[in-house]
């Protein structure tokens, strides 16, 4: 017997990856899922992430689906905006304070707390290395995010990632400065703007 043909067509339009709780939405059980990872019709990603064997596996998508007040930000922004090269060994993310995620997830990540009414500034869909769409911060919004944490960061880290966005040719400077004076850093943005030019 295979897999139930419902599960799997659900599984395929979401990129190949199934949550135990999107499973449950659809009336799925948790010890289904875990029957067929025995069976091998289903590898068990991160917790609670389910994937079709053979299939890629997309850590950033896989991260995303288990919240929908995910975003990604700072150091795995940079990389998805481009303004960086390194690909984060442990991706950022940001949500509301107001929000609480896993002890699961908290531990898989660094995150980053922000006022809710500031949670979707900056907010676009972007697509991971391995073609799947994510939620991320634009770059302006990066940048203001980095120079805010810059203390729980690496100085080098702040420092390219404004050489690389006052380099951008896609750079955005009135929509960065609209963002400093929301977050606060237009000093600090100003100084180093002016080590680097």
Same mark, same amino acid.
């Given at each position: ?92 993310? *940001? !949500? ?8 699961? %997830?908290?531990? @898989?990540?660094? $995150?980053?707390?922000? =006022? ?25 919004? *990066? !940048? ?8 729980? %960061?690496?100085? @080098?880290?702040? $420092?390219?990632?404004? =050489? ?34």
């Amino acid at each position: 017997m295979g897999m139930n043909p419902k599960l799997l067509e659900l599984i395929k339009s979401s990129n190949n990856m199934i949550t135990s709780s999107q499973a449950e939405e659809n009336g799925f059980s948790r010890a289904l899922l875990s029957w067929y990872v025995k069976k091998g019709f289903l590898e068990r990603g991160q917790r609670g992430v389910y994937v079709l064997p053979d299939s890629i596996y997309d850590d950033m998508y896989a991260m995303m689906l288990r919240s929908d007040s995910i975003i990604f930000s700072h150091e795995t922004a940079l990389f998805l905006n481009g303004l960086s090269d390194r690909t984060p060994f442990i991706h950022s993310l *940001t !949500i509301p304070s107001t929000t609480k995620i896993s002890n699961t %997830l908290k531990d @898989e990540c660094t $995150l980053y707390y922000i =006022k809710p009414e500031l949670h979707q500034i900056g907010l676009i869909t972007i697509e991971t290395t391995l073609g799947n769409t994510v939620r991320c911060y634009n770059a302006e919004r *990066t !940048i203001c995010d980095l120079l805010r944490s810059r203390s729980r %960061l690496d100085e @080098e880290t702040v $420092l390219n990632a404004v =050489k690389n966005y006052a380099s951008s040719k896609d750079k955005d400077l009135h929509r960065l400065d609209v963002y400093a004076s929301k977050f606060g850093v237009k000093t600090v943005l100003k100084y180093y703007m002016e080590v680097l030019l």
